[in-house]
């Protein structure tokens, strides 16, 4: 933003250095950590170092004396209000007023792109929700999905190519019951609407029959056999009901604003996966065990010589030769992959409980000799508590499904909203409530460190006070309204004056760091700082707003304060939609 002064200033050190026959050199900054005023920083103990040429000498003393002579030798240019030299580095102070007016002109003209890096000619991959098909969408599979999309859209804001992919769960002996208990009471019936709950009331039916009466269990084997032997009726039936699943995913992804590149299915593996463990064993990496009854199995730690317990051993194949969930995880990962060679990264966001399993198949392709092994990343978090410690992932039946979760947060969002605005129609209530709901539900499980438990109620959800999306939501409706009555163009270009207020300066420094906080939050994968940041955009924002007329002010101040609202306006909604929260136009 100061480049152009920056290279003046460059060009008058080097100038300097000349003239008094040291060594030119290349000046690299750093920002100076924010304390009420913005500035750059240089050091000259390397090119103190150098003009003892290996000799003794006091460097720290020589960089102070080259500090001290440039800073009095040097006439600072428009832009910058101080310079100073201290303990061998020195010091430039932006001028806060030009500064401002920079950063606000800044966002006001990249609009929904400021923050955003330019493009890498990177590529990355983000699987992330993976549900299973043939049961309810429940709230279990809620974090990976938020962290998966918002991780997503974190690092396309960084700069990299992001291929979204889903990884259903769309085989296994969830679907073999589904099926057993379809075929035998409730052929020919299909679900007309609220599909996934349909679907999930028939699979808890079927666990419920089968815990009744084990000896059904023998109906299922069979079932499972047909579908082994690619039985026509099964298969159909398997094909049409796996549509139904995908159908209602769709209907809720897009309630959730989350979108996919590439879907993966669990089906698509098992026959693959156990292609590769078969070349597994010819090479000896897996150890076939199956003629004493025993399994396929990577002995990890051994192949790697560990003495402790690492790895341990790795089950590619069950004794009676059908794929596991692991077998067909060797499989994905190789496809990922084949269809996209140049992957830098190949990140799974799945729960901690797997964190063994994607250690353990990562090394196996490793040994293996895949060379992009190295590039997988298992992306782990913790649980999601409701309240009373309802684990959400729990045994069908007990689970809370995400319709009723979503239902329940948009019914208490338009209470506050009807309360708060009674005279907005009905229709936009139920807009804004929906907007509130969602982001009340997206927040508590991004705003965490991934590695915690989430433990989440309604309370501190909807909070329109606390590190909440309504009270961040509530920040831009401000901001918006304060716009609307201003009832003219935004002013021009302005420079605010050098009376900036301590609210202004806190309000501008957030903004300005928004570019820099994005690449924090997708070097670390970590959503939690994009909504620190809006929060604090948030609390700024209100503080200013409580201590800084807008409309009332004198001009020029008056033009400038509009300025940095709708600036203000424009860093909370880009925030918000990195995190895939809706900044509602009022509330
Ligand atoms: N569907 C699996 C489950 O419900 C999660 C899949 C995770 N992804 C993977 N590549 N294994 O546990």
């Known amino acids: 933003m ?25 000046i690299r900054w750093a920002w100076i950590p924010f304390n009420g005023q913005w500035g ?50 020195l010091n430039l102070f932006f001028s806060p007023s030009i500064y401002t007016q920079r950063i606000v002109d800044e966002v006001l003209e990249k609009e929904s792109n400021f923050g955003r890096n330019e493009r890498l000619g990177k590529r990355v991959m983000f699987e992330f929700s993976h549900p299973n098909t043939h049961k309810a969408f429940h709230v279990g599979h809620l974090r990976s999905a938020f962290l998966g999309d918002v991780l997503s859209r974190i690092s396309d804001a960084a700069g990299y190519d992001v291929i979204r992919a889903n990884y259903p769960g769309d085989i296994g002996m969830h679907v073999i019951k589904w099926l057993w208990n379809y075929l ?87 026959d693959l996966g156990k292609e590769m463990v078969d070349d597994l064993i010819a090479r000896g990496i897996a ?134 605005n009674p005279d907005l129609s009905e229709e936009n209530k139920i807009e804004i409530a929906e907007a509130v709901g969602i982001g009340a539900i997206k927040f508590p499980m991004l705003s965490r460190e991934s590695g915690k438990i989430v433990t989440f109620d309604w309370e501190s959800a909807l909070d329109f006070n606390g590190q909440a999306a309504p009270y961040i939501q509530y920040a831009y409706v401000r901001a918006n309204s304060i716009l609307k009555k201003m009832n003219s163009p ?36 970590k959503p939690l700082t994009i909504c620190n940041l809006a929060y604090e955009l948030a609390r700024a924002f209100n503080d200013f707003y409580t201590q800084c007329p807008v409309l009332s002010a004198e001009e020029p101040i008056r033009s400038a304060r509009l300025r940095l609202v709708a600036a203000a306006r424009q860093a909370i909604a880009n925030s918000l939609a990195l995190l895939g929260i809706t900044a509602p136009q009022a509330m």
């Open 40 to 89: 750059i920083s240089t050091s000259f103990f390397q090119l103190a170092a150098k003009t003892f040429a290996g000799e003794k000498g006091n460097v720290a003393q020589r960089a102070t004396e080259i500090a001290q002579g440039i800073a009095s030798a040097i006439k600072i240019p428009d832009g910058f209000s101080k310079i100073e030299a201290l303990n061998g580095y």
């Open 490 to 525: 935004l002013p021009e270009s302005v420079n605010p004056g050098e009376k900036l207020t301590q609210s202004e300066i806190a309000l501008i420094d957030l903004i300005s760091r928004m570019p820099s906080e994005i690449q924090k939050a997708a070097k670390d994968l």
């Open 2 to 26: 100061f480049e152009l002064e920056q290279a003046l200033i460059e060009e008058k050190i080097n100038q300097y250095l000349r003239t008094t026959n040291l060594p030119e050199m290349e």
């Open 287 to 420: 150890q076939d065990e199956r003629a004493e009854g025993g399994a396929v199995i990577v002995k990890l730690d051994e192949k790697l010589g560990l003495k402790d317990e690492k790895y341990r051993v790795l089950v590619v194949r069950r004794s009676d030769g059908t794929a596991l969930y692991a077998t067909e995880d060797l499989a994905l990962a190789r496809q990922k992959f084949l269809d996209y060679s140049d992957l830098e990264r190949s990140y799974y966001v799945v729960d901690v409980r797997q964190s063994l399993h994607f250690q353990q198949v990562f090394k196996t392709l490793e040994i293996a000799g895949y060379d992009w092994a190295t590039r997988c990343q298992h992306v782990s978090y913790e649980l999601v508590n409701l309240p009373g410690n309802v684990v959400m992932a729990s045994r069908e039946g007990t689970v809370v499904l995400l319709e009723d979760l979503l239902r329940e947060a948009t019914a208490r969002a338009l209470e506050v909203v009807r309360e708060k």
């Open 184 to 270: 035998k009471f409730h052929k020919g019936e299909r679900p007309e609407k609220d599909i996934t709950r349909w679907m999930g009331s028939l699979y808890a039916e079927a666990v419920k029959r089968l815990d009744e009466n084990p000896d059904l269990e023998n109906e299922v084997k069979e079932t499972y056999i047909k579908w082994d032997q690619k039985d026509p009726e099964v298969v159909e039936c398997w094909k049409e009901t796996r549509e139904w699943s995908l159908e209602g995913f769709k209907e809720m992804y897009a309630k959730l604003d989350i979108k996919f590149d590439k879907y993966y299915f669990n089906s698509m593996f098992e």
